[in-house]
């Protein structure tokens, strides 16, 4: 029943801004924790960076250019892309642990992936 639908992915120059959006549906107890991962072809998935109780983490080489941000009355988590560079392009995934009612485990979910592409 847990959905996430991500947006916000397209085409842009070097230098140039996008804003990623992902939209959480269902019946969910709480949210633990949301991140925004992005896989490039032929490479391994990675965490770009994550929010959880307002606090936030970045990786290395996006840390001072992307800002992940979450609206809690909306379930929904954005992630604010800035001086973006040709190595940022990939599909990037929303991704969040939940727990559902009466869950012991919080569970993770998926979005379908938005794809990123910044040209040169």
């Known amino acids: 029943q847990v959905q996430l639908v991500e947006s916000g992915g397209g085409l842009v120059q070097t230098g140039g801004s996008l804003r990623l959006s992902c939209a959480v549906s269902g019946t969910i107890y709480s949210i633990a924790t949301m991140g925004w991962y992005r896989q490039a072809p032929g490479k391994e998935r990675e965490l770009v960076a994550s929010i959880t109780s307002g606090r936030t983490m970045y990786s290395d080489s996006v840390e001072g250019r992307f800002n992940i941000s979450r609206d809690r009355t909306k379930n929904a988590v954005f992630l604010q892309m800035t001086s973006l560079k040709p190595e940022d392009t990939g599909v990037y995934y929303c991704?969040?642990?939940?727990?559902?009612?009466?869950?012991?485990?919080?569970?993770?979910?998926w979005g379908q992936g938005t794809q990123v592409t910044v040209s040169s």
């Open positions: 991704e969040v642990d939940l727990y559902r009612f009466e869950d012991f485990y919080p569970s993770k979910h």
